[in-house]
């Protein structure tokens, strides 16, 4: 398990905790642990896009299970950040259709462009650059996930235009 030295400020404020009892009323009352993904994600969202130990413990408290419970889902999925992430987190594909169609390439000439490496964020803390697993949209390979949306059949140039646009504020990404 990856773990941060960055500090988090802990905020589950009444809205938030409207949401996640939302969530959790979609559940058995003595299933509380079947609304743990959902409840990461909303809780993620509500905090920069990462998820501390610290948050993590929250959450188990919530849900009343074990912080090992939490702490077990959010390393194995890709989706929870365990460290501060950039503004603009873009998320290669790296699985066959994408990586025989150049993504691997194509995300180390992001890394180059933006001077960091695969899994680092820019110092301006604007992007974070990381390879996932399969992204199911093989046929427009390659692409990668940007906030919501996919942005598919990529080229070089496809991906300084991304570049400009998210340093331009151009980008929507829920």
Known sequence: MEISNAKQVIN?????????????????ADKKKSALLPVLHEVQDAHDNWLSIELQ???????????????EVVSFYTMYNQKP???????FCRTSCCA??????????????????????????MFTVVGVECLGACGYAPMMQLGDYYKENLTKEKVDQIIEDCRNGKVNLH
């Not at 589950?12 to 058995?28: G, K, T, V």
């Not at 413990?57 to 702490?71: C, F, G, H, S, T």
């Not at 025989?100 to 803390?125: F, H, Q, S, V, W």
């Open 57 to 71: 413990d929250k959450v188990a408290e919530i849900l009343e299970i074990k912080p090992i419970e939490v702490y």
């Open 100 to 125: 025989i169609r150049g993504a691997e390439n194509l995300m180390d000439y992001t890394c180059e462009k933006l001077g960091i490496k695969e899994g680092e964020t820019t110092p301006d803390g």
């Open 85 to 91: 992430i950039g503004k603009y987190m873009f998320e």
């Open 12 to 28: 589950i404020d009444a809205q938030l905790m409207e949401r996640i009892n939302e969530l959790l009323s979609h559940y058995p």
